[in-house]
């Protein structure tokens, strides 16, 4: 889904689905992002959900961060099952 992201002048390709470490710094900063997502009238970072990272625990599992409580989590929820991910672009 990351790769093919196109939208608002993101080509194919640009995006991709971040690690970890790259959740947790997106959290540790959501307020100052979600602001700026304001600006051009982006969508925000929503505290509700949890997203995927690109960053394997095994071969079932995925490391994922909540952006309600900040967790981040490798065992509650297998590759299979739901959730959402957030595609970036390098800037």
Excluded: M
Aim: hydrophobic content about 40%.
């Amino acid at each position: 889904y990351c790769a093919e992201y196109a939208v608002d002048g993101v080509k194919t390709g640009e995006a991709f689905l971040p690690s970890i470490d790259e959740l947790i710094s997106l959290y540790g900063n959501k307020t100052l992002i979600n602001a700026k997502l304001a600006l051009i009238k982006g969508a925000d970072l929503f505290n509700d959900w949890y997203y995927w990272s690109s960053s394997e625990f095994s071969v079932d599992y995925a490391w994922y961060q909540y952006f309600s409580t900040g967790f981040v989590g490798k065992n509650h929820h297998s590759k299979c099952s739901g959730g959402y991910v957030c595609p970036v672009v390098a800037f």
